[in-house]
């Protein structure tokens, strides 16, 4: 997972429900990945935020990242 040129980009998520948050807890973006190399266009405004994965009962992914 990374985010570059307002696109964020998803490797290997495929069917996993996606859910990004600021550290506010604010929750931004909710979707499902649609294939294991998913492009979403995402102009988040700067800041550090919090990326959650889940398929199943499969394991949960969390990521951090910084938009600049």
């Keep these: ?3 570059a040129k307002d ?8 069917g996993y429900f ?3 948050s600021t550290m506010k807890g604010e929750r931004v973006l ?3 990945a649609d294939s294991d190399n998913a492009e979403y266009a995402a102009a988040l ?3 550090v935020y919090i990326l959650n994965g ?3 009962k499969e394991k949960a992914v969390t990521r951090k990242f ?3």
């Design 30 to 32: 909710l979707f499902t």
């Design 45 to 47: 405004p700067a800041g």
């Design 18 to 20: 996606i859910s990004v």
């Design 1 to 3: 997972m990374y985010y």
């Design 54 to 56: 889940a398929k199943g």
């Design 7 to 14: 696109i964020l980009h998803l490797v290997n998520l495929e």
């Design 66 to 68: 910084v938009v600049k």
